[in-house]
């Protein structure tokens, strides 16, 4: 084999995993939250554009709030937000890194950086306003 055809392989095969990852084999801004791990996170916040992530856990009531909201922003913003959702319970490292203390926390992401934090639950209107901000800053 070529050094082409085991660059290529090795480029399929690493895509193949992070779909596995993320919980699905595709890379488009999905219509819905995509369901995150400690393992497939950073790739997802670094895939460019806007990508909110909901930290959130079963137990939660604020969270269960806040659950249908996300998929209802997550379907009209198809193509222009990715939204992922992380269980604080099965998934501590990320948890530890970006010091969730609380949730529902919300990370609003830019290009890969940081640069808003959403703490408890709000009203899809005042959330929506919010992300607004940030795509105009995109734009």
Do not use: Q
């Amino acid at each position: 084999m070529s050094d082409e055809e085991l660059e290529r392989l090795r480029l399929k095969k690493m895509k193949e995993l992070f779909g596995k990852l993320f919980g699905r084999g595709r890379r488009e801004s999905p219509d819905r939250p995509v369901e995150l791990t400690d393992e497939g996170f950073r790739e997802f916040v670094s895939s460019g554009g806007l990508v909110v992530v909901d930290f959130w856990a079963p137990w939660c009531p604020p969270c269960r709030f806040l659950a249908p909201i996300i998929e209802e922003l997550a379907r009209e913003y198809a193509g222009r937000v990715r939204f992922g959702k992380l269980n604080v319970d099965e998934n501590p490292r990320t948890v530890r890194r970006y010091r969730i203390t609380a949730i529902p926390t919300l990370l609003v992401f830019r290009e890969g950086r940081l640069v808003d934090r959403i703490v408890g639950a709000m009203p899809k209107e005042a959330l929506e306003a919010r992300l607004r901000r940030h795509m105009k800053e995109l734009a």
